[in-house]
């Protein structure tokens, strides 16, 4: 709602009484808020008697209607509307997820899923002194060590370092002694080795 007055205008009553209804909705905010209080504390009894009328027909209103819990189909179409109005932005926070064991010592919590590219967006968690198996990349893979430290292909990589392996290429000796977490992106068509 737009305010109606800012400090220092000159306010009609009439714009007070309009501003009880908003006031009884509890949609008042900010320094609206707080000048309608100030005019109210001022004792306007036509302010009162407004705001109180508000509130009995709020309340009839409230009992004149059931109670309707929507199915879980309608849910996710009116989800799905809000993401199409509101296209692009994916947020998964840092307690959002499951972690899942993909390998023994190594867990990976998938951030995003292409069907249609065949790819998968994971933070990959390794515990110290675990590895991976030998694997061939059907597409390019690619990763950025966030925490501790690994080995791909032998090189040793640190918090930071990026490392990209083209489809077609194969990482032997992927493991950590002290542990790491990584971003991946990476192929879900992988060829296990081992």
């Known amino acids: ?25 509890g949609a008042l905010d ?23 009328e508000a509130g009995n027909v709020l309340s009839l ?8 819990t929507p199915s879980a189909n309608a849910k ?29 010592g190594v867990l990976a919590k998938v951030l995003n899923m292409d069907s249609d590219r065949q790819r998968v967006t ?3 968690r390794m515990q110290p002194g675990s590895r991976y198996d030998d694997h061939r990349h059907t597409r390019t893979e690619e990763l950025v060590i966030i925490e501790g430290s690994c080995y791909c292909a032998g090189k040793r990589l640190q918090k930071g370092d ?11 000796d992927t493991r950590t ?12 068509q992988n060829e296990m080795l081992t």
């Open 1 to 25: 709602m737009a305010p109606v007055w800012r400090a220092g205008s000159n306010v009609s009553h009439e714009e007070f009484l309009d501003l009880a209804d908003s006031y009884a909705l």
């Open 30 to 52: 900010g320094e609206d808020l707080s000048q309608f209080e100030t005019h109210l504390s001022a004792g306007c009894a036509a302010c009162r008697a407004r705001i109180k």
């Open 61 to 68: 209103l409230s009992g004149s209607y059931e109670l309707l």
């Open 76 to 104: 996710t179409k009116i989800f799905d509307q809000i993401d199409a109005e509101k296209p692009g932005l994916v947020f998964t926070f840092a307690n959002e997820g499951k972690w899942q064991e993909i390998s023994p």
């Open 122 to 124: 994971a933070l990959v």
């Open 162 to 172: 990026y490392h990209r392996a083209e489809a077609g290429s194969i990482h032997l």
């Open 177 to 188: 002694d002290e542990g790491s977490l990584m971003l991946i992106i990476t192929s879900v």
